[in-house]
Nanobody
């Protein structure tokens, strides 16, 4: 069973930066694509960014592509989301997610993320 634990959220002012971390255990981290999702009040959970198992490929939603960077350290079983130029509309609970083992660099469908962390709150004030 895969366990994911997010950290790094907090309350920040618009224009500032945060780095979220997600520590994975209980599986082979390097075999899995990883992703970040977020859910704002009154909205459905949405995809933010993803990264292939090797880190060679990344994917982002248009709303964050110029500001957020996803990365991973397979030696530390950790995936990161570096967030810059934060906006109030980025306020949400951010979730880390993992797919089952895979080799292909193809972007996973949202439904292929089967393991989820508990979430970390990011609040951006104006």
């Amino acid at each position: 069973q895969v366990q994911l634990v997010e950290s790094g959220g907090g309350l920040v002012q618009a224009g500032s930066s945060l780095r979220l971390s997600c520590a994975a255990s209980g599986g082979t981290f390097s075999n899995r694509a990883m992703g970040w999702f977020r859910q704002a009040p009154g909205k459905e959970r949405e995809f933010v960014g993803g990264i292939s198992s090797s880190g060679a490929y990344t994917w982002y939603t248009n709303a964050v592509e110029d500001r957020f960077t996803i990365s991973r350290d397979n030696g530390q079983n950790t995936v990161y989301l570096q967030m810059s130029s934060l906006k109030p509309e980025d306020t949400a609970v951010y979730y880390c997610a993992a797919t089952n083992a895979r080799i292909t660099p193809r972007r996973p469908d949202d439904s292929e993320y089967h393991y989820w962390g508990q979430g970390t709150q990011v609040t951006v004030s104006s």
